[in-house]
Structures are given as C-alpha cells and as structure tokens.
C-alpha cells in the first residue's frame, strides 16, 4: 500500500498530477479543490494517497490531509460511491462539508457534487449519518497537511549536495477542521452524545464561519442548553 506521495511536482493534468520520487514518476488522481491548493510545477508537494486496486487497472488518489482520505475511504463503503464519485463529493464541500452535510441530513448539499444524484445522496446520508461524529472526533490529529521534507535527488551529472524542500503549511480549511474536532471533543468530555454533539458543532461552524475553537464550543452549549 502507498500510503503518501513525497517529491517534486512535474506536471499538472485535468484531475491529476505527476509527481517526481527520486526519478520515479507517480500519477496521483486529485479533485478540484486538492488541485487549487497544490503549488506550482517544479515545487516540492506532499500528498496522503490511497491505492484503488483493480484486476486491470491501479490508480492512487491523493489527499492533502488525513482527515481527507479518511472521508475518502468512509464515503466508499456507501453501496453505488466509487472512487470517482467520493472524490467528486470532496472536491464540491470539503471534508468539513462533507462532515456537516452528512450531519446534518443535508442531502442536496451532497447533490451538489458532479455527477451525485438525489437517491446517492440520500443514501450517503442515511449510511454515514451515525458514522460521521467519529471522524469528526479524529480530524484534530488528521486535519494537518502532508508537510514532510522532500530530499531531491540531483539530476546526472550530480553535485553531491541534495536540496531539500517542504511543502505547503495547513491551509485554513484544514485548520478550521482542526478547530470543529477539538470543539466536539470538548462537548462530549461534558457528557453530551457523539451525535448531538456533532449535530451542534456543525450547526454553529455552518453560521459562524470564522470562529474559533472557544466561541464554537460556548455557541454550540447555548444550543444544547434545555429550553
């Protein structure tokens, strides 16, 4: 299994990218949003990537964050998602999306991604619904970005000297992800279910965009609080 792509970005296609491992070029499937986030050709990237094995066919699909290709990985248990349809669904929301979505039954946001019609959607919905709450737990440890060091081998002929390069940092929306998961730990350290607790969270994140972490977990008490 291949589990991340490190080295030089050589080329940049449609949905996919050509990465450079010490002279072993990989083709890495990547979804739009993934794609407006890589640097420009010639940089050092870092991409988790997850391997689709067929009798004819092996391809890697590349993520920038875990908690990316964890979302990747659930939304492919749902009977009738491929590969190409999860990745449709991150590319079109996020994995922040994709979390509230689900969480909040809200299947046309689902819908929104390319070629997602409603009864898939409604499916992704009613399969992941009790499942989402745990990944959103884990997105604190895997909302950062692949940011390894990138050692270059040196083209022949070689001075002895190898660069070395890092890749991007997080993006906000991986912090802010970050920022969702602490928020629901925070809650259910209080007693509150995963599923309410989840429920809350992405409610307040979906009408306060830019709050942080404290101002999550104080909006979402609020709506919890009996009435």
Known sequence: MIGR???RLDWKGHDQVLIDCRGVGYIVHVNDRTMAGLPPVGEAVALYTDLLVREDLLQLFGFPT?????WHKLLMT???VGAKASMAILGALGAEGVARAITLGDARAVQAAPGVGPKLAQRVILELKAKAP???AMGAGLAQAAT???IEAEPVPAAPAR???TAAVPSPAQARAASTADALSALMNLGY?????????????GENPEAETSALIRLALKRLAPR
């Open 5 to 7: 792509i490190a080295g």
């Open 66 to 70: 875990m908690l990316d290709k964890e």
């Open 78 to 80: 749902v009977q009738g």
């Open 134 to 136: 745990s990944v959103m």
């Open 148 to 150: 390894v060091e990138v």
């Open 163 to 165: 660069k070395a390069k």
């Open 193 to 205: 279910g995963q599923g309410d607790a989840a429920e809350a969270v992405a409610v307040v994140c």
